[in-house]
């Protein structure tokens, strides 16, 4: 009977002994709790857990990719569009992340949610449609930033589609178009500007030298003369005009 005994006793350490074996991979953290309080964590490789006495919570230290769901804005110039992001992030402190939130994936995932609607709110819709990079460092340091207690890095945040309602793409559209005209008509004025300029200083060069204007006047027939139309049609100088309305000598 004794030795019945001794071998259940031999049994029972030996199934406690494998009970109380545990194997973590390197990615791996054992937060190890004693009789209800935090005593440390273990990890990675072999890992003795008394049943009974102890109890462990394993936390994954790789990074952690998540789509945060579309989300209703209303932007600063009180557009409505849907905006879906992506967040990256990884738990640094497995303590922290295990003692100060009950569930951190749940918590982080909706710190986001609520981020991104209260950052894109505070700006218009162009600069969420053209600077997206900078909306993205902002969302990421302020999620950063919440998540330092819970042992979480957010370590990049990108905005993934911003939907418009169609009414609102053809009116972004027509003022695409109105901005392109705007440009035109400015490089137009620009251009008539510099080539008055460019005029009066010739005017001014050619109005000192009333050679150079016969000579320009002699230019111009010449490139005309090579013209292939059948009528040609060029000023004649008022001083020819003058000279031929002047009454001669016999006249007189």
Do not use: C
Not at 100 to 116: C, G, R
């Amino acid at each position: 009977m004794f030795e019945f005994g001794g071998l259940t006793v031999v049994f029972a350490l030996i199934a406690l002994l494998v009970a109380s074996v545990r194997i973590l991979r390197e990615y791996e953290r054992g937060v190890v709790f004693m009789l209800g309080r935090f005593w440390k964590v273990k990890g990675p490789g072999l890992v003795i857990v008394i049943p009974g006495l102890q109890q462990m919570v394993r936390v994954d230290l790789r990074t952690v990719v998540f789509d945060v769901p579309s989300q209703d804005v209303i932007s600063r110039d009180n557009v409505s569009v849907k905006v879906n992001a992506v967040v990256y992030f990884r738990v640094m402190d497995p303590a922290k992340a295990i003692l100060q939130v009950e569930d951190f994936l749940v918590a982080t995932s909706q710190l986001a949610q609520t981020t991104l609607r209260a950052v894109l709110g505070k700006h218009e819709l162009d600069d969420m449609l053209a600077e997206r990079e900078r909306l993205n460092q902002d969302v990421q340091q302020i999620l950063d930033a919440q998540t330092d207690a819970w042992g979480i890095k957010v370590s990049n945040v990108e905005i993934k589609h911003v939907d418009i309602d169609e009414s609102m793409v053809r009116a972004i559209a027509r003022q695409a178009e109105a901005e392109r005209e705007r440009r035109a008509k400015v490089i137009h004025a620009e251009g008539e500007l510099q080539a008055s300029e460019k005029l009066l200083a010739a005017a001014e060069v050619l109005a000192g030298r009333p050679q150079a204007m016969q000579l320009r006047y002699l230019q111009t027939l010449s490139s005309i003369a090579g013209d292939r139309s059948n009528t040609i049609v060029f000023p004649m100088p008022g001083e020819l005009m003058n000279l031929m309305m002047r009454p001669s000598p016999a006249d007189k």
